[in-house]
């Protein structure tokens, strides 16, 4: 079955610690991004990428950090110069820029900072 | 920033009864829009799409109307039932750039 997936589903880290969230797709979609997702809040966007090798900052980009070495991948590292960390990650998909198409998401990773 | 807000943050309907869910966008470059629904601890889920060059589309139960005119987005749910109970979002797209989300619509399904 193609996917998108996002690993682990919950985690936890102490403070001051950088943390790297997983996220691998299969369905060999160009662009990938990832959001932030706050209690009762909607979507905001930290990195996204639209093709191997280069990814641009979203609106909330400081504190985070991405690569896209391989276009199935596109792991979030959440550093210790994020002030507030603890949210809920989503990880999306979609074909790219060349056509207007619905983007996929992963089931998210809880991260809790103690 | 974002592009798009909801007129509402929580909605409560009877079980049976239609939904009628409001989004604004403020782009007038964006060119697809969808809906998306999220269940409470789970990522979003496509629901339907629809194309700036469309003012109408239609799915199973559901329909989205677009009024560009005032750059307004609509999902309408019909007989709703306590499985549609969740968060609904509205997006954004100007091909070329990245996704815009709204803040969410909390629906709940009295039974």
């Known amino acids: 079955d193609g996917g998108i997936t996002q690993s682990p589903k919950y985690l936890f880290r102490k403070e001051g610690q950088n943390v790297t969230l997983s996220c691998e797709q299969n369905l060999n979609h160009d662009a990938m991004y990832w959001y932030r997702q706050d209690p009762g809040q909607g979507l905001r966007l930290i990195y996204y990428?639209?093709?191997?090798?280069?990814?641009q900052k979203g609106d909330i980009a400081e504190g985070y950090s991405v690569s896209r070495e391989k276009k199935e991948s596109f792991p979030l590292t959440v550093t210790s110069a994020q002030k507030n960390p603890t949210a809920f990650y989503l990880c999306a998909s979609s074909i790219g820029d060349r056509v207007a198409q619905k983007a996929f998401f992963g089931q998210g990773t809880r991260l809790t900072v103690v | 920033g974002e592009s798009v807000g909801l007129h509402l943050p929580t909605l409560s309907v009877q079980e049976g009864d239609n939904s009628i869910i409001n989004c604004a966008y403020s782009n007038s470059a964006s060119d697809y829009f969808i809906w998306y629904k999220q269940e409470s601890g789970k990522g979003p889920q496509f629901i339907i799409d629809i194309r700036s060059n469309m003012d109408k589309r239609q799915g199973q139960r559901v329909t989205v109307l677009l009024n560009k005119t005032v750059k307004h987005l609509s999902l309408q749910i019909a007989a709703t039932q306590p499985g549609d109970s969740a968060v609904y979002f509205c997006a954004d797209l100007v091909t070329g750039n990245q996704f815009y989300f709204g803040t969410g619509t909390s629906l709940t399904v009295i039974p």
């Open positions: 990428s639209q093709i191997v090798n280069d990814f």
